[in-house]
């Protein structure tokens, strides 16, 4: 199959005018010039999608599913432990098949919006075996053993056997606050073995930074009334307690190289202390950040440095969090969001967070987030009028994808 279109957004240099993609099963065989590619694959068919730029399908780096029922339901709260509090109580209401059926709503709305490759979390692995996902989905297993740590190992092992049914999965301890030390690290011990990837939730609140810093903040009390051992607390930042639990640490005046066994995507890191900087930067080439705009504004975090974790070598990318804190699953809202708090910023770096940088961040950038020969088959188009630049024409798109193919198979969007 020959795809051709007005503009083809290799992501591998500058945008090809009147290009087109050969196709062979699920892989691309080739990308050029229309009139080249059609020279050399004579006798394939021909889809033309007119004047539209044919584009690399979207990653989305962070996403539950799980809540896409949850859609405006919890107001934006006075804090995040409230809203941690109101999450639990809509939970409490919701069955297995409630959850599946959020989880494919979900599904169905991501491709909607052009996303062909998703890492989700689910509270749920059990699950994950029931779903047929329509897209490329990394299953992250969110594991929390804040009312029983000495269940650990439990936890993490119940949760790997019930993942490997998924073609693509990892692990994710909740955050310092709610995953001990022991699951932190038991996640690590097998994420080396089977070749996992691991995410996590960190830095998220400023409750977050006052507990683990000052030991004190509604967070502190909520955790602390449960049971939790605050031993940990009034020490530290949430990232230097992070690096410590992983045996990374070290201190502002007493600076190291930090050792890193696997690679990890950090989910937000909103709230940061200037020592933060230098701890994640020396540990940069296996650290992937992942900030959720919308999610971001919703919450009323502390604005995100960007400059600074990106002068720190880090690979950062967006995602849409759930829709217990956002309004949809589009991930070209959250660029627009992105280039609004960032308006410096050139749309093409932007559009790299939904494409190359959370394809690097998933341990697939030969495959993932670009186009080109022998990358899976994952693309989508969208109209562009050429009166501007074409990545600024896609970063401002606000509609559904008309087209999309995933993995060789042209899909409906819906």
Known sequence: MIIRAGTVVTMDGLPIDNGAVAVSGSRITNVGKFSEISATNSGEQIVDLGEQALLPGLINAHCHLDYTCLRGKIPPPKSFTEWIQAINAEKANLSPEN?????????????????????????FPELVSRIQAPIRAWWFAELIDVRDPSRANEIVDAAVETLKSAEHWGLAPHAPFTASANLYRRCEEVARLENALLTTHLAESSEEM??????????????????????????????????????RGGSPNR?????????????????????????????????????????????????????????????????????????DLSLFAEMRAFQKEFPKLPPDEIFRMVTLNPALALAKPHVLGRIGKNCWADLIAVPITG????????????????????????QNPG
Not at 387 to 410: K, P
């Open 99 to 123: 959850y599946i059926g959020s989880i494919n709503d979900g599904f169905a709305e991501a491709t909607r919006f052009g996303t062909t490759t998703i890492a989700n979390l689910t509270a």
């Open 210 to 247: 006052s507990m683990f810093r000052d030991a004190s903040g509604t967070l502190y009390d909520f955790l602390k009334e449960i049971g939790r051992d605050m031993s940990d607390c009034g020490v530290q930042t949430p990232v230097a307690r992070f690096l410590e639990i992983l045996g």
């Open 387 to 410: 009166s501007t630049s074409a990545f600024e024409e896609i970063v401002a798109f606000d509609r559904v994808v008309s087209w999309l193919m995933i993995n060789g198979q042209v």
């Open 255 to 327: 600076p190291r190289a930090i050792e890193v066994n696997r690679p990890y995507l950090l989910v937000h890191l909103n709230e940061l202390g200037e020592s933060d900087f230098d701890l994640l930067g020396r540990a940069a080439r296996k650290f992937s950040i992942v900030h959720c705009p919308r999610s971001h504004a919703y919450f009323g975090h502390s604005p995100f440095q960007f400059h600074k974790l990106r002068k720190a070598g880090l690979n950062i990318c967006l995602g849409t969090d759930s829709l217990a804190s956002n309004d």
